[in-house]
């Protein structure tokens, strides 16, 4: 008796659990011969390129009289030029988004859409995997990408700079791109939520794109009237100092934030803090080289409360699509 | 022989609405099983629960011997299904569609498997066309092909036969058959059109409104419709005093005319036909053609549920 009722879960943790695997190659080929792979790739490519041929072309100007710089070649993501109006990580912080929201938007409620999703769940897989598959097939392509436009950019710095980048700088270059692709898969798993809990694919892609617009373009703005709110700057000793700290604080919620903070310390050298530069603090910002170690030191918080975010926002979605019924 | 599908006392209910009540099957292995029944009977919830996709909200179920919400896997492994308006991905072709689901069910043969499928619901022409310029009824038969690739043991069909064209409704009812006799499959299919699915069920239940209202064989149900069925007469000529007959017939209870030219449709108990046309023939009234307008199940269908849709012949 007891054998027979210790064998009876064994069944069913001996299935199979190669499905999601299934799931995410489907996913993954549908994403690469769709046609808003292509432009989105065609989009991002042509906006990089611009980006990078007249940050090129100031670092240039700039090597050329100075002989010292260090991390010449990192250079390409942080600096700002004429006719773009802010550095490429902040391009990709306020355009990657849209990746990760176009991958992930119609992912469930696109197979309620067509009808597949009754004849998907009576297979003999987990219904975790379905969502699992999804979002690995998700991550998958937009690493696909990511590692692409970086390569481009790498390459045409190559070409326009004649400087090869260091082993110093490739790694950083490295862990800023594992880094981007958890920020982009954090819009993913916004967008994955709202599939769940919405039929219709034009809403579900309205809702993360709101979120987006709102942060990226209202999100300084918001922050400094909450900041004003809670702590107003009304003239006594010490209260513009809490004002900005208190803006500094809110504006930890937005992804965005996170990501540019993160980016500028991984991708420069030089900068050695993170939030508002004070007094007291200033010997942190003293400008000397830190290696990858000390980096990654000063960036651990954004980057792990932006993969705690990706990861409570996909456990969100995932407990939703596991409790929902297939209703007649 | 052992159940393939049981329930006892099975019911959902959502919020206030209870959409199946009570409900208990026992179907045999190889059995064609019919749960007929109007749209919004109980009949697509009944399914999604028998393959665990729904939770019940009481009573207990057996699929080959397994409760579905404890074993999913096990049991989605050996039940194919179609479901009501079956949907494809769009992009991929036909064939492509299948071989997802042949790599979900890690069938080993699965090219081979696909092709002889595709000929089977008479695919092979259209089998590399994208699936979304499939008509409703390509989907259709692409949909059985897709529920055979397990090679299931029982076979659930949720309305096989809607979309259809009445070729392809004999086709796929001949191969239901065919499943059940040679393979010894059992299905359970749904329809709200009792005259298609009626030839081909061993047993049918109807249901309305959440609950059977009859359950047993097709032959057995018309059997226990005591009292009359209607049965059209078609006379060469003269059916006035055809009409005059028929109503002093004692057995005869209601005569109305037909649709068809000269002729007159009766309601009588189906013992009295032979005598009836007999005492018409006797009378001198020249008649060409006697016919059941009922089909056998179609009194009871009339009886349950014609005010809620049309009933089509």
């Known amino acids: ?328 | 022989m052992a159940s393939a599908i049981r329930t006892i006392d099975l019911t959902k209910r959502y919020d206030e609405a209870t959409v199946v009540n009570g409900l208990d099957l026992d179907i045999e292995t190889g059995e064609v099983f019919g749960l007929l029944g109007p749209n919004g009977a109980g009949k697509t919830t009944t399914i999604l629960m028998l393959l665990g996709l729904t939770e019940p909200s009481s009573g207990s179920m057996e699929i080959l011997g397994l409760d579905p919400r404890r074993h999913p896997l096990e049991v989605k492994r050996r039940v194919g299904y179609l479901p009501d308006a079956v949907g494809f991905y769009d992009d991929l072709t036909g064939r492509q569609n299948l071989r997802f689901t042949a790599r979900l069910n890690q069938i080993d043969d699965m090219d081979h498997t696909i092709d002889d499928l595709l000929g089977q619901v008479g695919l092979q022409a259209a089998a590399d066309q994208p699936a979304g310029e499939y008509s409703r009824g390509m989907k259709q038969r692409l949909g059985m092909a897709d529920a055979l690739v397990k090679d299931p043991s029982i076979l659930i069909l949720d309305e096989p036969t809607t979309a259809i064209d009445p070729e392809g409704v004999a086709e796929i009812l001949d191969m239901i058959r065919r499943l059940a006799v040679e393979k010894q499959v059992t299905v359970l299919l749904s329809s709200h059109l009792l005259n298609q699915v009626q030839a081909v069920c061993d047993r049918v239940a109807i249901f309305v409104a959440g609950s059977v209202v009859a359950q047993g064989t097709p032959h057995d149900l018309a059997a226990e419709q005591v009292g009359h069925v209607r049965v059209e007469f078609r006379f060469a000529g003269d059916v006035a005093t055809a009409r005059s007959r028929l109503g002093q017939i004692a057995t005869v209870d209601d005569v109305i005319v037909g649709r068809v030219p000269n002729s007159l449709i009766a309601t009588l108990d189906p013992g009295t036909l032979a005598d009836t046309v007999n005492g018409l023939v006797s009378g001198g009234s020249k008649l060409v053609g006697v016919r059941r307008v009922d089909d056998d199940l179609d009194a009871i269908y009339r009886r349950y549920f014609e005010t809620r849709e049309e009933v089509t012949a």
Request: zero cysteines; glycine letters at 8%.
């Open chain 1, 1 to 328: 008796m007891t054998t027979e009722t210790a064998r009876e879960p064994r069944a069913v943790l001996d299935a199979p659990g190669g499905g999601w695997r299934v799931v995410a190659s489907k996913e993954l080929a549908d994403h690469l011969y769709s046609g808003r792979f292509v432009v989105l790739l065609a989009v991002l490519g042509i906006a990089t390129a611009a980006a990078v041929f007249a940050a090129s072309g100031a670092i240039r100007e700039v090597a050329q009289d100075a002989e010292d710089v260090t991390a010449l070649f990192l250079k390409l993501f942080t600096v700002t030029t004429d006719p773009v109006p802010f550095p490429l990580i902040i391009f990709v912080s306020l355009l990657a988004p849209l990746l990760g929201i176009m991958f992930g938007f119609d992912s469930v409620n696109g197979e309620r859409a067509q009808g597949t999703l009754p004849r998907l769940l009576s297979q003999p897989i987990h219904r975790d995997e379905v969502i699992l598959g999804k979002f690995v097939a998700g991550i998958g392509v937009i690493s696909i990408m990511l590692t692409a436009l970086v390569a481009f950019v790498a390459g045409i710095g190559i070409f326009r700079l004649g400087v090869t980048p260091t082993l110093a700088e490739i790694s950083r270059l490295v862990v800023w791109l594992v880094f981007a692709i958890v920020y982009v898969a954090f819009w993913q798993a916004l967008a994955t939520l709202v599939s769940v809990r919405t039929n219709r694919a034009a809403t579900s892609a309205l809702v993360p794109v709101g979120i987006w617009l709102v942060l990226a373009l209202f999100g300084t703005f918001l922050f400094s009237a909450v900041a004003d709110v809670i702590s107003p700057d009304d003239g006594a000793q010490g209260a513009d100092l809490a004002n900005a700290e208190a803006e500094y604080l809110i504006s930890q919620i937005s992804p965005i934030t996170l990501f540019q903070e993160g980016s500028t310390v991984l991708l420069d050298p030089e900068v050695g803090y993170t939030g508002l530069l004070t007094f007291e603090r200033v010997d942190r910002a003293i400008v000397s080289e830190l290696d990858l170690l000390q980096s990654l030191g000063v960036v651990w918080p954004p980057m792990v409360a932006l993969l705690a975010m990706t990861a409570v926002l996909f456990a969100l979605a995932y407990v939703s699509f596991m409790r929902q019924e297939v209703r007649a």
